[in-house]
């Protein structure tokens, strides 16, 4: 029996960073067809733009999964998984903060003061 892999789908052109969706399914063609159809949000305008990537270090993402249908083998979607509360980045694993182990080096959101800072131009 096939068992259910992690993608990641996302707009090609906006990139993942500006939204993604965590999809369970079999192949990377039925996670793609499935992101097509059932997300509730503008993933993407054209089909062509849809990308979808495996995520191979799939312990990080296990716990976002609707875990019931994670247990039958039954594809679905979770199109807002938990992330990050300092980068918002999700599928790399949290802390009892809610914070990523990148993120959870740094304190308080030290880090997050010093990417803006950088945005800015402030340096």
Known sequence: MKRLRPYMAYSH?????EGAALVFDFSAKGAKLRAWRQCGWDISSEWID???KWIRNE?????LANQEKLANNEPHIVDAPAPCSSCNMWGVGLDS????????EYPGDVLLEAMTAVKEGES
Request: charged share 10%; proline share 5%.
């Open 13 to 17: 052109a906006a990139g993942s960073g």
């Open 50 to 52: 849809l990308y979808v």
């Open 59 to 63: 312990s990080n993402v296990l716990p």
């Open 97 to 104: 903060d809610g914070r990523c182990s990148w993120c959870g």
